[in-house]
């Protein structure tokens, strides 16, 4: 991971840790947040892509590459593939908000969309690996993603080495496998939380169950989050088995409400993933075991900017 923190420098930026004086304040400890948002693409996955992409040997980066994302995932491999001048396929699925097509096409990248789901694009993804010889950069069960999604721990322990709790958004588990080894080689005491939603939470559902289920897909404020773990899951289910004290749900409302409230009293845009660690600060709930020192992750900023504002004004109270 330290290797990725260094190949991927130049791509991927050192993102500020905002202390969040609201929440410090209503729950009577420290918080700071981790705003992944101010990458250039707006989210964490850029690490990850990029570590992956700079690792491809020579000849197979001048061929290209193909990906499946939930968009933002998307969004990185083409950004970091135009920037290094090489060829991007992206498949998404009819849950990937139309931004975030958008954004994906006006990178340069091939789209194809409307795919059914998560394990229906991934088919294809991999079908076009095969036969354009396209490396498949997965986007979440990767060693390099993985590792380059880690650098986001080694920053965090660098900016705040006082810190006790990591509160972390779940979907494939790549974000927060990288972070808990990361976290955990340094930091054997630090705790790991993860927070998902409670629409079809796949990685939740695995661990409750023991081993990979497959639980399908519903539509979300989180739309980054959601997408069954591949039976052949190699290494997110089981990091996520040895690091993670626990996941946490949140709902709709509750999610909504941490979107108005990053706007409102943060200043701060953050998708519906972005901010489930946040609705989990701002529910009052007893199964949450506070820490003295806490850092949230916001891991992205792909919202439809009118779609932030009927948000917040559904919720002025926050
Ligand atoms: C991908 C993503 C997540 C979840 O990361 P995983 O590695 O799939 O667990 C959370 N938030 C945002 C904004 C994302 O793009």
Redesign the pocket.
Known sequence: MRAASERIQGLVRETPLKPSLALSERLDTIVHLKLETMQDTG???VRGATNAILGLPEVSRRVGVVAVS????GRAVAWVARSLDIPAVICLTRLVPEVKVRTIQALGAEVITDLADQADATRVARELARERGLSYID??DDRAVIAG?GTVALEILKQRPSVDQLIV?????????GIAVAAHALRPDLRIIGVTNDRKPA?WECLQAGRIVAVGEEATL?D??PGDIPPDNEY?FELCRQHVETIHLVGETAIARAMAFALRRERIVV?G??AVGLALLLEPRTDLELGRDIVVVC??D?VMPDRLIQLAQEHPDV
Do not use: D
């Not at 958004?169 to 496998?177: A, D, T």
């Open positions: 989210a964490f996955k939930s968009g933002n995932h986007p979440f999604q958004p779940v979907g494939g588990g790549g974000l927060i496998s990685m989180a980054a989050l997110t998708e993933a972005g891991t992205g792909n």
